[in-house]
């Protein structure tokens, strides 16, 4: 009965599977698969979206809304509020499909963001010292000149884009898959991708920028998230779809503390060579406390400051990782007596001349050659 009831609410939710099967028969033809790394010291595969066009899986939500769009025969100039990697996927895919794109950022967004959106011809506009304060300029010039408000999380459409990322990790059968979260919008599409195939999904935000663990326990009142090296989920208010998608099918959120989040990302560069943004480092961050047979981290973007990026590698002293345990195979019980021969191998499995000389009753056997017959025996009589 309960399975029936839960059944009934996810049939109900705003986005389905079936959305996210649409968004990556559109998106097939523009981006490539990108690829998985298996983190061994982390004992976690990394599915490595700052290897995506732009840096960032921002881009499959905003190609995939253009494409909706222009479906809809809606040719309408869009706007969108970005801390960056948002702003630089909508540039990319305005670019490619030729739309025009309006981007609002934070005066505090990385000068690499900035730099990447204003590449692909976008017009950036700075506006505000956070997230919030963009988002909310973003829709005042909405409003004022009927532009289209493309939400970097809370669309349709963006979210079945950003569940391409869910389908790809699927290929690799995990058991636990971990998201970084901010507004909600790759969390909810990837549980949308994976949901039905038993594999839990476990969320993570920062230390006092966890607005969506707050949302999901009832608490919605609106605080100033605290300065974090993670600026693409330095998020005040979540969106209304992605809580009510991650409210039936998020297992957990794990809050990060901004010291283990630093070390993860300059192990991140020093053990695996691997690039990531503070979000990007996110989701790892938060794997070591989640059990696992088969976990996943989603390495979400990779747009770093190399000013920040050398700041990093200078002040922060990862710890040693521990050394890995050999793993020995016991003997059977019934065999331990094979066990134990020459080399450390089974007597059976070794060769003939490697065999201790058998002994008669008499003694030991003789070698030597048997004596020739006397001359008299090899006449005949």
Same mark, same amino acid.
């Given at each position: 009965? +309960?399975? +029936?009831?839960?059944?009934?609410?996810? +049939?109900?939710? =705003?986005?389905?599977?079936?959305?996210?099967?649409?968004?990556?028969?559109?998106?097939?033809?523009?981006?490539?698969?990108?690829?998985?790394?298996?983190?061994?010291?982390?004992?976690?595969?990394?599915?490595?979206?700052?290897?995506?066009?732009?840096? *960032?899986?921002?881009?499959?939500?905003?190609?995939?809304?253009?494409?909706?769009?222009? +479906?809809?025969?809606?040719?309408?100039?869009?706007?969108?509020?970005?801390?960056?990697?948002?702003?630089?996927?909508?540039?990319?895919?305005?670019?490619?499909?030729?739309?025009?794109?309006?981007?609002?950022?934070?005066?505090?967004?990385?000068?690499?963001?900035?730099?990447?959106?204003?590449?692909?011809?976008?017009?950036?506009?700075?506006?505000?010292?956070?997230?919030?304060?963009?988002?909310?300029?973003?829709?005042?010039?909405?409003?004022?000149?009927?532009?289209?408000?493309?939400?970097?999380?809370?669309?349709?459409?963006?979210?079945?884009?950003?569940?391409?990322?869910?389908?790809?990790?699927?290929?690799?059968?995990?058991?636990?898959?971990?998201?970084?979260?901010?507004?909600?919008?790759?969390?909810?599409?990837?549980?949308?991708?994976?949901?039905?195939?038993?594999?839990?999904?476990?969320?993570?935000?920062?230390?006092?920028?966890?607005?969506?663990?707050?949302?999901?326990?009832?608490?919605? *009142?609106?605080?100033?998230?605290?300065?974090?090296? !993670?600026?693409?989920?330095?998020?005040?208010?979540?969106?209304?779809?992605?809580?009510?998608?991650?409210?039936?099918?998020?297992?957990?959120?794990?809050?990060?503390?901004?010291?283990?989040?630093?070390?993860?990302?300059?192990?991140?560069?020093?053990?695996?060579?691997?690039?990531?943004?503070?979000?990007?480092?996110?989701?790892?961050?938060?794997?070591?406390?989640?059990?696992?047979?088969?976990?996943?981290?989603?390495? *979400?973007?990779?747009?770093?400051?190399?000013?920040?990026?050398?700041?990093?590698?200078?002040?922060?002293?990862?710890? =040693? =990782?521990?050394?890995?345990?050999?793993? @020995?195979?016991?003997?059977?019980?019934?065999?331990?007596?094979?066990?134990?021969?020459?080399?450390?191998?089974?007597?059976?499995?070794?060769?003939?001349?490697?065999?201790?000389?058998?002994?008669?009753?008499?003694?030991? @056997? *003789?070698?030597? =050659?048997?004596?020739?017959? !006397?001359?008299?025996?090899?006449?005949?009589?």
């Amino acid at each position: 009965m +309960e399975s +029936e009831v839960r059944r009934r609410h996810v +049939e109900a939710l =705003p986005v389905s599977a079936s959305d996210v099967l649409a968004a990556q028969a559109r998106l097939r033809r523009y981006l490539d698969v990108t690829p998985t790394h298996y983190a061994e010291r982390f004992g976690c595969w990394l599915k490595l979206e700052n290897l995506q066009r732009t840096g *960032s899986y921002k881009v499959r939500g905003a190609l995939n809304a253009l494409l909706v769009a222009r +479906e809809r025969g809606d040719t309408r100039t869009v706007i969108a509020a970005s801390a960056g990697n948002h702003a630089q996927g909508l540039a990319w895919a305005a670019y490619r499909l030729g739309v025009p794109v309006i981007t609002v950022m934070p005066r505090c967004a990385p000068e690499t963001k900035i730099a990447g959106v204003a590449h692909w011809g976008a017009t950036v506009r700075l506006h505000g010292d956070s997230y919030d304060e963009a988002k909310a300029f973003a829709i005042e010039l909405a409003a004022q000149h009927d532009y289209r408000l493309l939400s970097a999380f809370d669309d349709r459409d963006v979210i079945a884009g950003q569940g391409t990322v869910g389908l790809e990790i699927a290929a690799m059968s995990p058991d636990v898959v971990l998201v970084p979260i901010g507004g909600g919008g790759l969390a909810a599409g990837v549980a949308l991708a994976l949901k039905s195939q038993g594999v839990r999904i476990i969320g993570a935000q920062v230390e006092g920028v966890d607005a969506m663990a707050r949302a999901l326990q009832g608490d919605h *009142s609106l605080r100033e998230p605290a300065m974090t090296l !993670a600026d693409g989920v330095r998020v005040k208010q979540p969106g209304t779809l992605t809580e009510c998608i991650l409210a039936e099918l998020l297992d957990d959120v794990i809050i990060v503390r901004e010291a283990e989040l630093r070390e993860t990302l300059v192990r991140l560069v020093l053990e695996e060579h691997v690039i990531a943004e503070g979000a990007g480092a996110l989701a790892l961050a938060a794997g070591k406390r989640v059990a696992g047979k088969r976990k996943c981290a989603v390495v *979400s973007g990779g747009n770093l400051d190399a000013a920040v990026l050398a700041r990093l590698l200078s002040d922060v002293r990862p710890r =040693p =990782p521990r050394r890995p345990r050999r793993r @020995t195979r016991e003997a059977p019980k019934g065999n331990a007596q094979q066990a134990d021969g020459p080399l450390g191998l089974p007597a059976a499995l070794l060769p003939a001349l490697l065999q201790p000389p058998r002994l008669s009753k008499s003694g030991p @056997t *003789s070698h030597k =050659p048997p004596a020739k017959r !006397a001359a008299a025996e090899e006449i005949p009589a």
